[in-house]
């Protein structure tokens, strides 16, 4: 077990029609006007929007708005956010939605208090000192953007996807009502399975130290994705199967499973924001194409977890199998697993490689994945 620090403050609110609390939530922390933030729509045709407006107002909280944010969240955006926050005086952001719009209100929130450009704090250029309190009501389960500091964003016009960590924009409070994301299409639930499973995985076999219950906890993590998922396709309305799926979710990316781990790091994000930059692919069809990739070009550096996950989540006996069984999986809930699945074609390898070895060399993983090597393991998809 390797030595670490365990912090986390955010507030969890889980549970039936929370949303409708969130103005007193809001009013509970001192604050009185926010900056509303949700994306295309979808909370207004839901009654969503309604909902949070009234309880926002009940409670006397003033209130400006940001909607049009997308599932790859756009920096001009973040910038639109951060300038009426600083035109009002906001006191803190609210993010309706899902992790787009989480991660859009945390990197407004922290833009807001700060005099310079905000993609100074993604290119590593500044570091962020202080931030607007944000709070959350998540519509999607993902990103567990709703428990933990990280955010990420794309530079519209230069093509980055980068990301900030900072526990200054944890959220203060956070709500979970599965009922809100019973809505969610087939291919964004299949994409949410992939991306928690990513958050959960990458340090389990990149780790130099990963302690045995740490990777009983990714196991069951997985097992729980791979079980609530096919629940939720065929009875998408199934309330203990989406609760169960939205929670395994937050503890994936909340600090938890990596906290007492050493050594590891997350190739496959940082490989998987440059077809979303490049490509505007969703971020977990992204994954789900890279993952089995780079299983096949690194389960050598590290066997007998390889052989491990496929034993403890799949029942089988080699690492082989255990790579196949997965992919074999994402291919069964609709998520992709080749290039061309996602008309990306061959031809475009070159360019995505040297755009994710700007990420490697940011992320301290340059000499690890170089330009060569990233498309090596992109030739594998």
């Known amino acids: 077990m390797h030595d670490f620090t365990y912090y986390n403050p955010t507030k969890i609110e889980f549970g039936k029609d929370k949303e409708n609390n969130i103005g007193r939530y809001i ?46 969240p756009l920096l001009s955006r973040v910038n639109d956010g951060i300038t009426i926050a600083k035109e009002h005086q906001l006191q803190a952001v609210l993010a309706v939605g899902g992790g787009s719009v989480a991660d859009s209100a945390k990197a407004i929130a922290a833009g807001a208090k700060y005099d310079g450009d905000v993609w100074d704090f993604f290119i590593q250029k500044a570091q962020i000192t202080e931030a ?20 990420v964003v794309m530079n519209d016009e230069t093509k980055q996807k980068y990301s900030i ?57 997985v097992k729980s994705v791979i079980e609530t998922t096919e629940i939720l396709i065929e009875d998408p309305d199934n309330y203990d199967a989406r609760g169960e799926f939205a929670w395994v979710a937050t503890q994936a990316l909340n600090g938890l499973t990596p906290a007492g781990t050493a050594g590891g790091n997350f190739p496959n994000h940082m490989i998987e924001h440059s077809l979303s930059a490049l490509y505007n692919v ?55 697993v080749r290039l061309s699945d996602a008309d990306i074609p061959r031809s475009g390898i070159q360019a995505l490689a040297e755009n994710a070895s700007q990420s490697a060399k940011l992320w301290g993983m340059g000499e690890q994945y170089p330009i060569e090597t990233i498309a090596e393991i992109l030739e594998k998809a």
């Not at 607007?132 to 500091?149: I, R, Y």
């Not at 526990?167 to 809100?180: G, Y």
């Not at 007998?304 to 994402?330: P, T, Y």
Request: glycine share 8%.
């Open 165 to 221: 960590g900072t526990v200054l924009v944890n959220p203060v409070v956070s709500v979970i009502n599965p009922e809100l994301m019973a809505t969610v299409t087939p291919d964004y639930l299949a994409y949410s399975a992939v991306d928690i499973i990513a958050h959960s995985i990458e340090v389990y076999f990149t780790a130099s130290t990963h302690p045995h219950f740490n990777s009983r906890v990714v196991e069951s993590i």
């Open 27 to 72: 009013k509970e922390a001192g604050i009185e006007n926010v900056l509303l933030a949700y994306g295309t729509g979808s909370i207004k045709k839901s009654g969503l929007y309604e909902r949070i407006v009234a309880s926002l107002k009940e409670n006397g909280i003033g209130y400006q708005e940001l909607d049009g944010i997308v599932s790859n």
């Open 132 to 151: 607007l309190p944000v709070f959350t009501v998540m519509t999607l389960a993902a990103t567990a953007s709703e428990m933990n500091g990280n955010a």
């Open 282 to 336: 969703a971020h977990g069809a992204g994954l789900s194409i890279v993952i089995p990739a780079w299983m096949k070009w690194y389960k050598e550096q590290n066997p007998a977890q390889f052989e491990r996950f496929a034993k403890e989540v799949f029942g089988l006996n080699s690492a082989d199998a255990g790579i196949d069984a997965l992919e074999a999986w994402f291919s069964k809930i609709g998520a992709p």
